[in-house]
């Protein structure tokens, strides 16, 4: 045992390597990057336009719609409205903790109607929101896939506007 701890004592604990270690960091530099170079930062605002529907006939279809997709409402200091879904569990582990607080999809719309033209613009704001409703919510930049999931809840919004004109304009006629 004597013999052990001799041989033990001459050899060093940790045996350091330059381009190890400049390897490892490397890596760390290249996993806490959240948008790899040459890429573009995703865009938090999304917009719609529909011609032939007044600002106050959207603002309603889409109130009800986010309504029937689980959004809770809630209205900003400014008065806006806000829509909020409860995120997935792995958005919750990795912007919020394992037991709380739960992360939430949040969409702000904002309308413009132009009379002139008779269209309606619908700007959406998309961002992830932390300690809801509380002096302690942050909000939190989205990620690439949380846009294209406010999109895909859009793009049914706006298939279902669309299809309700397509339905309007062309009703059968019936006796010739």
Known sequence: MFFLLLAMRNQPLFTFSF????????????IA?????????????????Y????????????????DSKN?????????????????SNWDTVKYGSFLEPAVWLRLEPTFNEDKE???????????LITHRLSSLEEEITPGKHHIEEAN?????????????????????????
Not at 117 to 127: F, G, P, R, W
């Open 71 to 87: 959004f809770l409402t809630s209205e900003s200091r400014e008065g806006t409205m806000r829509f909020d879904r409860k995120g």
């Open 33 to 49: 990057c959240q948008t790899p170079y040459g890429q573009a930062v995703p865009q938090k605002n999304l917009t719609y336009r």
């Open 117 to 127: 033209s008779m269209q309606t613009t619908l700007s959406i704001k998309v961002s």
């Open 152 to 176: 895909e809840i859009l793009g049914y919004f706006e298939r279902m506007m669309l299809q309700s004109v397509s339905s309007n304009t062309f009703s059968p006629t019936s006796g010739d």
């Open 19 to 30: 381009p190890l270690f400049f390897l490892i960091m490397a890596c760390c530099g290249l």
């Open 51 to 66: 011609t032939g529907w007044p600002e106050k006939s959207v603002e309603r279809l889409l109130f009800q719609y986010l």
